[in-house]
């Protein structure tokens, strides 16, 4: 921190390095409270969908949307790229603020000016790829935001500040990245507005727990508990969501009962709009249903076309 602070008078020149919209919106805050942004670094554009169409990431689209006039930077890598550090050299930063970029920053760049991430968890819990999700999926009572001051480390560096979300019984995992997003681009003006005066608190990593990048086949389910079915779906419902080993689509659900024992997976009720479904601990509520290669349906559709009944198993 004491080398930081022997710079030059700071005029708040910022890098700001970021890809998906959770990084967009801190970074439109920073625009909006007139931040000298001077480059923005982010994933290169990539193919998406059944036509492989070339797509830049959120956050550069938003640039081109909106005429940001700013130099956009999207290496394959950092590491070992000289070129690139050159580059960051020549942008004379004060700042390098960082959200959900999706690369780790060499020794070479964290030393050209203090580098600041917006984690969205509460360190030392949930280092790494995954944070929100895991939040969701152990139903913890609060997430939120942590300021850090980057190190070589997997978010391991020096806490600079914090925000709490608290995390509420329909919360999902969209409308957390939605929510936390705002948090975090509050938090980072926040930090920067008094980056000088803050007392940065090392982390405890004897606390600490890390997440990993998520894999499709997590989403896979069964109906032997509706509260933790209900939980990995609040927390992979956006991607890469829940479904049986049949492969079909369970989206909508909500938990009806968390202790009584049924039959797994047998049908309890079919409502007007929804169906009950019973597992080996509780029952949950399922509004709509995806089978393999078709369209989405209510799960009363579903049901009457499966000639699905009370009683019946869904597999």
């Known amino acids: 921190m004491e080398r930081y602070l022997k710079r030059r008078k700071m005029s708040k020149r910022i ?3 970021g890809t998906p919209s959770y990084a967009t919106v801190i970074f439109a805050k920073l625009l909006e409270k007139n931040f000298n942004v001077v480059a923005l670094f982010t994933q290169s554009d990539k193919k998406v969908g059944r036509k492989q169409e070339l797509t830049p990431p959120h956050i550069k689209q938003y640039c081109l949307d909106h005429n940001i006039n700013l130099p956009i930077y999207q290496p394959q890598r950092l590491r070992d790229n000289q070129e690139m550090v050159d580059a960051l050299y020549s942008l004379k930063p004060d700042f390098i603020v960082v959200a959900a970029y999706g690369q780790i920053l060499p020794k070479s760049i964290l030393d050209i000016a203090p580098c600041i991430n917006l984690h969205a968890s509460l360190l030392p819990k949930y280092r790494g790829a995954s944070p929100i999700q895991e939040a969701l999926l152990h139903d913890d009572e609060y997430t939120g935001v942590t300021a850090m001051l980057m ?8 806490i600079l500040g914090f925000k709490y979300l608290k995390i509420t019984p329909t919360l999902e995992v969209a409308q957390a990245f939605e929510t936390l997003s705002h948090v975090a681009a509050d938090l980072t003006i ?20 890390l997440c990993k990048k998520i894999k499709k086949e997590e989403g896979e389910v069964d109906f032997s508990d509706a509260k933790a079915l209900v939980l990995k779906y609040k927390a992979y419902s956006f991607w890469p969501g829940v479904f049986l080993s049949s492969g079909l689509k369970l989206k909508g659900i909500t938990l009806v009962d968390e202790t009584l024992a049924h039959q797994a997976g047998e049908i309890l009720a079919i409502n007007k709009e929804s169906v009950v479904v019973g597992c080996a601990t509780g029952a949950i509520e399922i509004k709509t249903l995806q089978a393999p290669s078709k369209k989405e349906l209510s799960s009363v559709d579903y049901f009457r076309g499966q000639r699905l009944q009370v009683g019946d198993i869904l597999a």
């Open 190 to 209: 926040e930090t920067l507005n008094h980056f000088s005066s803050l007392n940065p608190l090392p982390q405890n990593s004897a606390l600490s727990s």
């Open 15 to 17: 890098v700001f390095m």
């Open 151 to 158: 190190e070589e480390g997997l978010d391991t560096g020096d």
